[in-house]
């Protein structure tokens, strides 16, 4: 079964989900929130296409190598703007996010 042989990557992508998720909630109760914008935007989108991605991947899906090029893109931008804030969760989420770009390249 493919989720067999790529479950390092499904682990990564989990660890990805909950840190977008996180830095994502954690933005949201900043003092200043406006600044804050893009960051929320990206780890929404990069939560998103990490749990499509691991849902294709565990399906045997025809689309994966195709999601995970979207995903490694996705997660690159993500790490790039959580990089630019000093929040813990930020620096948390874009470590997380370069971690599961380089396993998404793997699956490419």
Known sequence: MMHEVHQEALTTLEACIVACNT???ACLNEDHVNHMTACIRLD???ADICSLL?????????????LATACREICLACAKECAK??????QKCAAAC???????HSLV
Do not use: G, M, T
Request: aromatic share 4%.
């Open 23 to 25: 830095c994502f909630d």
């Open 98 to 104: 370069e971690s599961c770009a380089e396993a998404c």
């Open 54 to 66: 691991s849902q294709a991947i565990v399906r045997n899906s025809p689309n994966v190598a195709i």
């Open 44 to 46: 929404r989108d990069c």
């Open 85 to 90: 804030h000093d929040h813990d969760h930020c």
